[in-house]
């Protein structure tokens, strides 16, 4: 098989992997236990398909002990209460005892305001997860040692604690709920939705908003559109909560968690994913995870926190190249030049390989009357014979033998460059660093694509380039099939983030660049094999 069209085929399966890892829907999870059959009214757990729904919220729910009846208790004050903590500051209303809001600090939301990780109109953190008055009444509010605390109680044996202090990480909210009644088997919601990190328009394909869990070592995904009810999680539960690219909302529990609720909020294209905790004997307690996916800082949690993180599957060599980016950005000060100098640094290690590359396709280009004329011998046989197209591909092999040409040896060092490419794909689309981060002129949101599409244009315009001056070989419908390659890439790149075009356009041209070194190269070399 010619090279060409094995590079073709190299080429084409990354457009294939990039397509179906953008495109592809995800199945949807059925770690323990079955998805629901129905929509399950609020605090039911969904069942299986073909078996009787429960007859009621406690017939579905673990036992949670009943709790001494706490007398009836209220708040008068509708004053919010202000906490702060490493990296977030929140807002607790008494009406509800909720987190009504939770911003990052250091990050900004798409018009410049602080960015605020609960979904304005939906049902806001350490809200009980079922209606009732334990979500509309004030709560009496007492600050104690640093932390704040909130009690309601009917009297009837329907009661709720809550207590909210800052952690000892960064982005750590330590939360305690203890409930009785009702609102202890109804569970704690953790997290509707959050606010997303980019305009609609500028966030591609990545920004992909979903619950999302960690049971029994697994991590697991779940989107909102594909929700048929409430789902039910069990086992042992590292995490839980709801994240988009870029931010995350999670509850890592301290004591064990009898159940995790996944339910949608809201329907069609605005719907959003619910997330409730459980928690055995009627307490949910633990570290409210409320920030940015910074990898060193998710690293730190451990339980698996920083699989939230999505590299893919070459993400130690992300990791690599986001500790090599930012190195570079600590002296450069801009993240787009980073991107550039960090491309020039892999490009300048990988020469040799590119180097070779080039120079097996020109001794291949060479060798292209050689092989027509043998595949002219053969022509008209090898179509009709099976035999005689062996021979034909065996005379075609003893030439390159002759000629000590490997025919593989301008792909492989491509297959070679693919694990790299790919972490630096994953890389550009995922890393926090690069969101709202300013280049040049235009390009204000490295994160986000090209407004003018510039850089998309130039990014087709390099890869033409670079295709007219390779080494042509094959026949001509193979190259004007080849050819259309940059128009697919220009195309699909128009919604990249701009980050992601900056480094495909930059190695386009460092490409050019190094073809016309090795072409001078081997220019030297052959004039210096000639004798005088």
Known sequence: MEKRVLLAAVLSGIVVIIWFSLFAPKPPSTANGPAPAATAAAGEVGTPAGAAAPASPEAATPQVPAGPVVAAEAGEDKTPVELAGDGWRATLNPAGGVISSLVVEGYRDDAGGPLDLVRAGATPPLAVAAPGPWNEALYKVAQVGGAVQMRWSDGAGNWVEKKVSAGKGKYAVEVEVRAGGAPARAGVVIATGIEKALKVDQQGRFGAESAVVRVDGKIDRVLAAKLDGVRS??????????????FLLALLPTDQVAEVRISRSGTG???????????????????????????????GYGRGLVETLSFGIFGFLSVGFLAALRWIYGWVGNWGVAIIVLTA???????????????????????????????????????????????????????????????????????????????????????????????????????????TYITPILMTASMVLQQRMAPQTGDPAQRRMFMLMPFIFGFMFMSFPAGLVLYWLVNNLFTIGQQLLTERMMTASAASAQPK
Not at 233 to 246: H, K, N, P, S, T
Request: proline share 6%; hydrophobic share 45%.
């Open 233 to 246: 999680l069990r086992g042992a539960i590292d995490f839980a909560g709801v994240e988009d690219q870029y």
């Open 269 to 299: 294209a605005t719907a959003l994913p619910e997330v409730a905790v459980v928690g055995a004997g009627g307490t949910v307690a633990g570290t409210l995870y409320a920030g940015a996916k910074e990898h060193t800082v998710l690293v």
């Open 345 to 451: 640094a892999i490009r300048i290690l990988l020469f040799p390989l590119n180097h070779k590359s080039v120079v097996s396709m020109k001794r291949m280009q060479a060798l292209q009357p050689k092989m027509k004329a043998i595949q002219e011998r053969y022509k008209d046989r090898a179509k009709k014979d099976p035999n005689v197209r062996t021979r034909m591909n065996q005379e075609v092999m003893q030439m390159y033998k002759e000629e000590g040409v490997n025919p593989m040896g301008g792909c492989l060092p491509m297959l070679v460059q693919l694990p790299i490419l790919w972490a630096l794909y994953s890389l550009f689309a995922y890393a926090i660093e690069l969101r709202q981060a300013p280049f040049v002129f235009w390009i204000h949101d490295l994160a986000a694509k090209d407004p």
